[in-house]
């Protein structure tokens, strides 16, 4: 791919063309070093038109009916009058590097609604199943006009952390019934939560999911308040039969409010701004380490000796940090 024409580009995500927002997002993905410069200038044009919608990050374990209840609530937002652009974080396939559940297809209302954009995209082995330029790509859909920007994550137990620090507000999706408290998450997923939801809360399964939510909510009163003075409410929902989404979407538009009321809202996007800069450099930085001619060439003989137990790993790490710095 020919890095494009910025200008044209910006012009075609600024009025929302799905072909022109398409070619921004490939883009900023690219690792190809004059598609990195490219994309940098097209970020700086389009950075004045983003950070206007409200960013929303959603967890769970997988079952938890994630994309049925995105695809719900994606489908209420734009009936409201909302632009809802979705960035469906999917485990890479060690094969082909693609996508392997195919959260697009699994979204069959919002992959067709005009006020919708769907865009899955593999991990790339990154840490917790959060993109390389995940961040990147949410700023270009800002600009592109969508009003609410939701990021679905593979609920491997690691990504909280990286996606607390991109969203305004963090949902928790649990199930009743589906192993011990939190399911296979982090323990600490609950002192990240802003809402915690159970899911599935429909049919006789209804009773059960009150039950869990009473446990969460127990749980919630063990942990110390919260700077922000936010206290997480624990609601139960049915993604499949729209119940209880209307009332979780109130909880995260009070929650807004709250946040910008106190002043926390301003404060909490500044500190994401800073902590996007040092991840840019540490991945910037793991690009020029992994490029040079030096730790290339010395780089299967210390992995290999690391792998058989003949080097240990600290070492090698100073043997190809030395090879790095010697240039």
């Given at each position: 791919?020919?890095?494009p024409?910025?200008?044209?580009?910006?012009?075609?995500v600024?009025s929302?063309?799905?072909?022109?927002?398409?070619?921004?997002?490939?883009?900023?993905?690219?690792?190809?070093?004059?598609h990195?410069?490219t994309?940098?200038v097209?970020?700086?044009?389009?950075?004045?038109?983003?950070?206007?919608?409200?960013?929303?990050?959603i967890t769970?374990?997988?079952?938890?009916?994630?994309?049925?209840?995105?695809?719900?609530?994606?489908?209420?937002?734009?009936g409201?009058?909302?632009?809802v652009?979705?960035l469906?974080?999917?485990?890479?396939s060690s094969?082909?590097?693609?996508?392997?559940?195919?959260?697009k297809?699994?979204?069959?209302?919002?992959?067709?609604?005009?006020?919708?954009?769907?865009?899955p995209?593999?991990?790339?082995?990154?840490?917790?199943?959060?993109?390389r330029?995940t961040?990147?790509?949410?700023?270009?859909?800002?600009?592109?006009?969508?009003?609410?920007v939701l990021v679905?994550?593979?609920?491997?137990?690691q990504?909280e952390?990286?996606?607390?620090?991109m969203v305004?507000?963090f949902?928790?999706?649990?199930?009743?019934?589906?192993?011990?408290?939190?399911?296979?998450l982090?323990?600490?997923?609950?002192?990240?939560?802003?809402l915690?939801?159970?899911?599935?809360?429909?049919?006789?399964?209804?009773?059960?999911?009150?039950?869990?939510?009473?446990?969460?909510?127990?749980?919630?009163?063990?942990?110390?308040p919260r700077?922000?003075g936010?206290r997480?409410?624990?609601?139960?929902?049915s993604?499949?039969?729209?119940?209880?989404?209307?009332?979780m979407w109130?909880?995260i538009?009070?929650?807004?409010?709250?946040?910008?009321?106190s002043?926390?809202?301003?404060a909490?996007?500044?500190?994401?701004?800073v902590?996007?800069?040092?991840?840019?450099?540490?991945?910037?930085?793991?690009?020029?380490?992994?490029?040079?001619?030096?730790?290339?060439e010395?780089m299967?003989?210390?992995?290999?000796a690391?792998?058989?137990?003949?080097?240990?790993?600290g070492?090698?790490?100073?043997e190809?940090?030395?090879?790095?710095r010697?240039?």
């Open positions: 791919m020919e890095p024409d910025v200008d044209e580009l910006v012009a075609g600024r929302g063309d799905r072909s022109a927002l398409g070619r921004a997002i490939t883009l900023v993905e690219s690792r190809r070093s004059d990195r410069d994309a940098q097209l970020l700086t044009k389009l950075l004045p038109h983003t950070g206007g919608a409200l960013r929303v990050g769970g374990i997988p079952g938890a009916g994630k994309s049925t209840f995105i695809d719900q609530l994606g489908t209420n937002l734009t409201s009058g909302h632009r652009a979705v469906a974080i999917d485990p890479t094969r082909t590097r693609g996508s392997i559940l195919g959260d297809t699994r979204m069959t209302r919002l992959a067709n609604d005009p006020a919708a954009f769907i865009r995209s593999p991990t790339g082995g990154t840490l917790g199943g959060v993109t330029t961040r990147e790509t949410m700023l270009i859909c800002e600009a592109a006009g969508f009003d609410v679905e994550t593979v609920g491997a137990g990504s952390v990286v996606v607390v620090d305004d507000f949902l928790v999706l649990l199930i009743a019934g589906a192993g011990d408290q939190l399911q296979g982090k323990k600490g997923v609950i002192e990240l939560a802003d915690i939801a159970v899911n599935k809360a429909d049919g006789p399964a209804a009773t059960d999911a009150r039950a869990a939510a009473a446990e969460y909510q127990a749980a919630l009163h063990l942990l110390a700077d922000d936010w997480p409410p624990v609601v139960t929902c993604g499949l039969h729209d119940v209880g989404l209307d009332t109130d909880h538009e009070t929650h807004r409010a709250h946040m910008m009321g002043g926390h809202f301003a909490r996007r500044e500190a994401q701004r902590t996007w800069l040092w991840s840019a450099v540490e991945d910037r930085l793991m690009d020029l380490f992994r490029g040079d001619e030096r730790v290339a010395a299967a003989g210390i992995e290999r690391v792998r058989l137990g003949d080097l240990p790993a070492a090698g790490a100073d190809l940090i030395a090879r790095f010697s240039g």
